[in-house]
């Protein structure tokens, strides 16, 4: 069965860093936009940013700009999320998910845009 998996939650330090990882199993990520959502307890999810499949652009939520760098490696099959001075609101379980079809100029950062979604990884901020 074709699925995002992600990879690279754990518990840090406020300050601290974290690298996630969102990889395709028997989903080729090549032709997909890819984003980053979170959702904390309580709240509604959030898009954190995403990259488009060819020309690479990027879009970040305002909370994470400076802060949070996306990346991929389409020969890995991986899209990566380098967050660093991670705070207790940073705390969430983040998803990856899939945005399929032509390329965007921008790459949305609203949820009802992606189709194909991972099973999140927790994050979690805290001393």
């Known amino acids: 069965q074709a699925q995002l998996v992600e990879s690279g939650g754990g518990l840090v330090q406020p300050g601290e860093s974290l690298i996630l990882s969102c990889s395709g199993s028997?989903?080729?990520?090549?032709?997909?936009?890819i984003a980053w959502f979170r959702q904390a307890p309580g709240k509604l999810r959030e898009g954190v940013s995403c990259?488009?499949?060819?020309?690479?652009?990027?879009n970040y939520a305002d909370s994470v700009k400076g802060r949070f760098t996306i990346s991929r490696d389409n020969a890995k099959n991986k899209v990566f999320l380098q967050m660093n001075r991670l705070s207790p609101e940073d705390t969430a379980i983040y998803y990856c998910?899939?945005?399929?079809?032509?390329?965007?100029?921008?790459?949305?950062?609203?949820?009802?845009?992606?189709?194909?979604w991972g099973q999140g990884t927790q994050v979690t901020v805290s001393s």
């Open positions: 990259i488009t499949y060819r020309t690479y652009a990027t």
């Open positions: 998910a899939a945005l399929g079809g032509q390329e965007p100029d921008i790459c949305p950062l609203a949820d009802g845009r992606y189709h194909w």
């Open positions: 028997k989903f080729f990520l090549d032709y997909f936009t």
